[in-house]
């Protein structure tokens, strides 16, 4: 699942 | 993962790989800032520093290693392979004057004071203005050839996908990325002049752009 501050995003 | 960040993610990566493909086979760096190529990978290094600590996906390990890569591989074919053709004069842009307010900010805003979370704010705020030097060079020399500005188009349109992607994941997860949105909300304003040059010159088949 996603980290809460958008740390899956590039 | 939606579809907009997906294509986002891609059009950064067709962005990167024309601008190293354009170098690569022209043997030739002329009309790119190489400050604008080291502050990006100033910004990748910053940002993947938790390839080391969290393990997302492979996908996100993976593009995370490529980008990284790239970019290192684009300030060696600038600054050490193809230094000769190297545009020094033109790429005069003072980077302290980004840096310095974005080390400052980074430091001041930030989801907490740790040195992985200021670094990787420091990766989004610099990002955001990382193409300044890149931009100010073509206008100080008024011209820019084709392949350079589709570099910057996809590079834009990049930014441009993701803000549909927050906008996605705000309707569908509640998700909200403060430090991430705002900056790239303002990194995409940036690209909003070039945009419509890039219209209004190039795709109407110019080889080169030539400012107004």
């Known amino acids: 699942s996603d980290s809460p501050n958008g740390k899956d995003e590039l | ?212």
């Open chain 2, 1 to 212: 993962m939606n579809v907009f960040r997906l294509a986002g993610d891609v059009s950064h990566l067709v962005a990167i790989i024309i601008l190293l493909v354009k170098i690569w086979r022209s043997k030739s760096c002329a009309g790119i800032s190489g400050k604008s190529q080291v502050l990006f990978a100033l910004v990748f290094t910053t940002r993947y520093l938790d390839l080391f600590t969290v393990f997302i996906s492979a996908y996100n390990t993976i593009m995370k290693v490529v980008f990284l890569a790239m970019s290192y591989a684009t300030v060696y074919l600038i600054y050490m392979r193809f230094r000769n053709m190297y545009d020094s004069e033109n790429d005069t842009f003072r980077v302290e004057f980004l840096l310095v307010p974005v080390i400052g900010l980074s430091f001041l805003e930030n989801y907490a004071f740790t040195p992985l979370e200021i670094l990787w704010t420091f990766s989004i705020f610099l990002e955001a203005v990382a193409i300044m030097p890149q931009l100010f060079m073509i206008t100080k020399t008024g011209e820019a050839e084709s392949i350079t500005t589709h570099y910057l188009f996809f590079l834009g349109l990049y930014r441009a996908l993701y803000i549909a992607n927050w906008v996605w994941r705000y309707h569908t997860e509640e998700f909200f990325d403060q430090i991430a949105v705002v900056s790239g909300v303002v990194q995409t304003i940036f690209y909003c002049d070039f945009f419509y040059l890039y219209v209004t010159r190039v795709l109407r088949g110019k080889a080169k752009m030539i400012l107004p």
